[in-house]
């Protein structure tokens, strides 16, 4: 049973362009969290979806920062016109929750430089 | 969003010595999780707690959901140079959301 996964692994992107970061969730998953993590720093909770809804996106920035997890294929978090305070380690973590209790397993991360 | 109180932040021990550290939280959760998390990579979970007073073990480590509900420990016992990491908890509540610790950076010395 494969894990999450997340790609691409590394991302190199110049100011004012657009990253696209895609995650895969474990077989049977059908939640989605997207996390921020600075060097040094815990993990920022971003975004909270399931199957073509967001459940929470408290912690994302309202301009520039998209998420989408479609019926179909992987979750994508989008970040618009790129500045360097984005760079970061982006990770995505899935849970099969049907209610009471939960166990979210991540994947291996994103790490974006922005030039 | 909340965060839990994780301490120690950060320890220096001697191989073979047993490790400590917990967390604590202003409410109540369903789930308490363990994760080790090295340099360039995910976090990776260690052990996941569902009821309160619950005690598990994986290998060497064991730990513990507080019977409040608020809190949860993590042990180490004879340490080696591998468990080096960031090892964070975190806590999940009724509405599926998960809180993180801030983690402990563990360093072993040979």
């Known amino acids: 049973n494969a894990g999450v996964m997340q790609n691409p692994r590394h991302l190199v992107r110049r100011r004012g362009q657009e990253a696209r970061l895609r995650c895969s969730p474990m077989?049977?998953?059908?939640?989605v969290y997207w996390y921020r993590q600075l060097p040094e720093e815990g993990l920022k909770f971003m975004v909270y979806?399931?199957?073509?809804?967001?459940?929470?996106e408290s912690g994302m920035p309202k301009e520039r920062f998209s998420a989408e997890f479609p019926k179909e294929g992987p979750s994508i978090l989008r970040i618009q016109q790129v500045v360097r305070g984005d760079s970061a380690a982006y990770f995505c973590a899935s849970s099969p929750w049907a209610g009471g209790t939960d166990t979210q397993y991540f994947g291996p991360g994103t790490r974006l430089t922005v030039l | 969003g909340q965060q839990l109180n994780q301490s120690p932040q950060s320890m220096f021990i001697q191989e073979g010595e047993d490790v400590s550290m917990n967390c604590t939280s202003s409410?109540?959760?369903?789930?308490w999780l363990w994760y080790k998390q090295e340099p360039g990579e995910g976090p990776v979970l260690l052990i996941a707690l569902y009821k309160a007073g619950e005690l598990t073990s994986n290998g060497r480590l064991t730990a513990q959901f507080g019977i409040t509900r608020k809190d949860s420990f993590l042990n180490i016992s004879a340490s080696i140079p591998s468990d080096v990491g960031i090892y964070f908890c975190a806590g999940q509540t009724t509405g599926n959301q998960f809180y993180f610790g801030t983690g402990t950076s563990l360093t072993v010395i040979p």
């Open positions: 409410s109540i959760f369903n789930t």
């Open positions: 979806l399931q199957k073509e809804n967001i459940i929470d």
């Open positions: 077989k049977g998953h059908s939640h």
